[in-house]
């Protein structure tokens, strides 16, 4: 497939395995083509799909396009700063970093090609909660 998509996904965790593998799995252009945890145990629930302990396999093979960090906040900032570093995409779970001083290394990166998972930002219930902040209904 030429149009396809080669994905990363780095982590296992319960975000990793319970929502971004089974998305890859049956995205129609998105192929996951490694998946990188360093937890032998949860490597071995990636099925047939090739696996690594560390982001140094995903960063020498230039045919993956794209990664998912479905990582811890304090491992996010660096791994997404280093994969920024080679021009690929990534997608970050949030929160991307425990504090806005732990992401400041992203500054020093071209961050055009990074976008934080937001799931539910369009759930009626988060216009909802939005509305009655702005509102005050919540108090001050």
């Known amino acids: 497939m030429s149009d396809a998509?080669?994905?990363?996904?780095?982590?296992?965790?319960?975000?990793?395995?319970?929502a971004h593998l089974p998305a890859l799995c049956r995205h129609p252009v998105a192929t996951p083509v490694l998946i990188v945890d360093p937890s032998p145990e949860r490597?071995?629930?990636?099925?047939?799909?090739p696996t690594a302990p560390d982001v140094d396999a995903l960063l020498a093979d230039d045919s993956i396009r794209a990664v998912v960090l479905a990582t811890p906040p304090w491992v996010t900032t660096p791994?997404?700063?280093?994969?920024?570093?080679?021009?690929?995409?990534?997608l970050a779970e949030k929160p991307i970093a425990e504090s806005s001083a732990a992401a400041k290394p992203l500054l020093d990166v071209d961050t055009s090609?990074?976008?934080?998972?937001?799931?539910?930002?369009h759930d009626p219930a988060m216009v909802r909660l939005r509305d009655w902040l702005a509102d005050g209904r919540l108090g001050s």
Request: net charge positive.
């Open 79 to 90: 791994l997404a700063r280093r994969i920024l570093a080679t021009s690929r995409y990534v």
């Open 5 to 18: 998509l080669t994905v990363a996904l780095v982590g296992l965790g319960e975000i990793g395995r319970s």
């Open 113 to 121: 090609r990074l976008q934080v998972g937001l799931t539910y930002r």
């Open 43 to 49: 490597r071995a629930l990636a099925g047939d799909i």
